[in-house]
């Protein structure tokens, strides 16, 4: 079992920065992708960045060029840098993570709150 932990959301005004962490913990092996998500209020969750296993990137159009996901895999972490930040970036952030050993099994953290201020 993984257990995943976010940190790093805050309060943050229209143009500030914000970097979040993600502490994977337990038996972690074949390891896919690490993954960012967010749920705005009312809104359903939507995916934001993922690293997969070889180092490459992908990122939704609406944070392309202003958010850089990375992993420390010696250390099981994964960031998120978030800068120029938007109001419409306000929402929970979840950390997701995703392993192959002889099943495709995701997991998920509880979410840290983002809020950017106008």
């Known amino acids: 079992q993984v257990q995943l932990v976010e940190s790093g959301g805050g309060l943050v005004e229209a143009g500030g920065s914000l970097r979040l962490s993600c502490a994977a913990s337990?038996?972690?092996?074949?390891?896919?992708?690490m993954g960012w998500y967010r749920q705005a209020p009312g809104k359903q969750r939507e995916w934001v960045a993922t690293?997969?296993?070889?180092?490459?990137?992908n990122y939704a159009d609406s944070v392309k060029g202003r958010f850089t996901i990375s992993t420390n895999n010696a250390k099981n972490m994964g960031y998120l840098q978030m800068n120029s930040l938007k109001p419409e970036d306000t929402a929970v952030y979840y950390c997701?993570?995703?392993?192959?050993?002889?099943?495709?099994?995701?997991?998920w953290g509880q979410g840290t709150q983002v809020t950017v201020s106008s």
């Open positions: 997701n993570m995703v392993t192959f050993r002889t099943v495709r099994t995701e997991y």
């Open positions: 337990g038996r972690i092996f074949s390891v896919n992708a």
């Open positions: 690293i997969a296993s070889g180092g490459s990137t």
